[in-house]
């Protein structure tokens, strides 16, 4: 930890539980009944400031779009629990809300692309989100034409290309699926999006040629611990989430959630990045709820910085126990 980590937010006191069990139970019949609560607690989808660039850039490549004739794509490469996956999925969702596209028809899919991604794996990716349980006896150019049938058969309009950077595999004497994706860009079956961490940014970015027929990016990018609208935008989003879990009956109204230092120490652990915030708020609700508590606790909170955002490298210390050092809040 930083030397110039600041003295800790929280009394000892303040980290106990204050409801509850001390400890989780985790019997069969306790996990049975979190099962089923898990259902609800992914189904809470907060307004996040961080999608609507996403959602905006993903609307162009749709109006851009003419079947057969000229489509495009967007990247959005972001860090690791990002959001950008969740970003693509809510955006399916909007579309389904509007309402524009026939009932019964797939307008949007997103495939997540397998690590060591050939051109063959990639065509197998797209064609198992359709059900198509012969794709695995035909020949590339067979796998090719049998998801552009699909697109039709289906009627979707925008495919989202999860985890692109797996893209960047090119076996021996053979192409890279990047390559593959230019061609399919210039068939003009669908619009693309293109979603990936850091190494899909630098993958990207090498291949002028694929570039070129992508709009501009929409990159998730993160909050600011040093914005004051930041700073606003998180506390609103964080009201949103406990007002989701008081809707749907999950606990009553967490006051943790509210409490200025929470922001602070969510923004420090999270780097403005709200998927991640809602990772840690996932499990930080996991944790009072085998603990039977009636509400998510500083506690809890701290045990999902420990257990999540430390263990996954992603922050270097748990602020609610031991503070923000300077170069966590610039």
């Excluded at 049975?32 to 162009?60: C, G, W």
């Amino acid at each position: 930890m930083s030397k110039t980590t600041a003295k800790a937010y929280f009394g000892p006191e303040e980290l106990e539980p204050q409801t509850g069990s001390p400890h989780p139970v985790t019997s069969a019949e306790k996990l049975f009944e979190m099962r089923a609560r898990e259902t609800i607690v992914r189904s809470i989808y907060v307004q996040n400031p961080n999608h609507t660039p996403v959602f905006k850039s993903l609307d162009m490549v749709l109006s851009l779009g003419e079947k057969g004739v000229f489509q495009t794509g967007v990247r959005n490469a972001a860090p690791s629990f990002a959001g950008k996956s969740e970003a693509g999925d809510e955006f399916g969702r909007i579309i389904v809300r509007r309402g524009t596209y026939p009932a019964g028809t797939l307008p949007i899919r997103r495939v997540e692309l397998e690590q060591a991604c050939t051109p063959r794996r990639f065509w197998l990716s797209i064609l198992a989100i359709y059900g198509d349980g012969f794709a695995a006896s035909k020949d590339e150019d067979g796998l090719r034409r049998s998801t552009y049938d699909a697109f039709e058969r289906f009627g979707t309009k925008l495919l989202l290309l999860d985890e692109i950077q797996h893209a960047g595999y090119r076996s021996h004497g053979s192409s890279a699926p990047t390559d593959v994706i230019k061609r399919f860009i210039s068939d003009a079956q669908v619009g693309i999006g293109l979603f990936g961490n850091e190494d899909a940014l630098t993958l990207l970015q090498s291949n002028d040629q694929l570039s070129n027929r992508l709009i501009e990016p929409c990159d998730i990018q993160p909050l600011k611990a040093s914005d004051t609208q930041s700073s606003r935008r998180l506390t609103r989003f964080l009201a949103r989430y406990d007002a989701a879990l008081v809707e749907k009956e999950l606990f009553a109204s967490s006051t943790a959630l509210a409490d200025p230092r929470t922001i602070e120490c969510m923004m420090s652990l999270s780097k403005g990045y709200l998927g991640r915030v809602v990772k840690m708020l996932q499990i930080a609700g996991r944790q009072a709820f085998l603990r039977g508590a009636t509400s998510i606790e500083f506690c809890d909170l701290s045990h999902a910085a420990i257990s999540w955002a430390v263990a996954q490298k992603l922050a270097s210390h748990d602020p609610f126990r031991f503070g923000i050092s300077m170069a966590d809040a610039s």
